[in-house]
């Protein structure tokens, strides 16, 4: 499986309920990144957490890392109509020291008003 | 508004084509990436550039190529076309190296 892969592939919700996604990576990193997309649109950054940290908030947003499992989780919770998206998460690859940055293909979440 | 600027937008060109995308990073910014994102894929990373000099290679073609000009803007040039080239291209640039990125809205292209 590729470094940064997400899970589930898709996700369908009713507006109010919580969405969790996971991602998880296979190299060593020094942070992780979620980013959401609307369709066809560029990319918005949502969080970094580092390799230091194990879980942060912002928003109605929350994200864990574990560092040991090499895995990663988004909880959007009291979901909006607004929210549907998918969300990748990116890795920047320190490994090599040239910092290639690693997604997923991403979870597609929809939220149904 | 990210800052970071992309043109064109749209871009419908034919086999065999050469195209260049241009990009603009937000002000102050050092880095910029290149992704490719086919229809219903995730991104693939194509090539890092950081003030000006190439960081990092990801699964590019050899028929692609970039550069990084001194103003800091970047050019990702598409020789060679096939229709499998066809996909969003998307540029982004970061303050660092592994700093938030900051997408531009994409250059959509078609290769018929």
């Known amino acids: 499986s590729q470094q ?3 899970d589930p592939q898709a996700l369908s919700i009713q507006e109010g309920e919580n969405a ?15 980013y959401r997309q609307n369709s066809g649109r560029g990319l918005v950054h949502l969080i ?3 390799s230091n940290e194990r879980e942060k908030h912002s928003g109605r947003l929350r994200v864990t890392l574990d560092t040991s499992k090499k895995s990663s989780s988004l909880l959007i919770t009291a979901s909006r109509a607004a929210d549907t998206a998918s969300y990748f998460c990116a890795t920047p690859d320190v490994t090599s020291g040239t910092y290639k940055y690693i997604f ?8 149904l008003a | 508004d990210s800052g970071v600027t992309q043109t064109p937008k749209h871009l419908i060109t034919a086999t065999g084509q050469r195209v260049t995308l241009r990009c603009s990073p937000r002000s102050g ?8 994102q086919s229809l219903d894929q995730g991104l693939q990373f194509l090539i890092h550039y950081y003030n000006g000099e190439e960081r990092a290679k990801g699964n590019i073609l050899e028929r692609f190529s970039a550069q990084q000009f001194p103003d800091l803007h970047s050019e990702l040039n598409l020789s060679s076309l096939e229709l499998g080239d066809s996909a969003l291209y998307f540029c982004a640039s970061s303050p660092n190296r592994v700093d938030t990125q900051y997408f531009g809205p994409g250059t959509r292209l078609t290769v018929l």
Do not use: H, P
């Open chain 1, 48 to 50: 970094l957490i580092r």
């Open chain 2, 29 to 36: 910014d050092l880095s910029v990436y290149w992704y490719q």
């Open chain 1, 104 to 111: 997923g293909t991403g979870t597609r979440l929809k939220v």
């Open chain 1, 4 to 6: 940064g892969e997400e």
């Open chain 1, 20 to 34: 969790t996604m996971n991602c998880s990576y296979k190299t060593s990193i020094n942070n992780l990144q979620w």
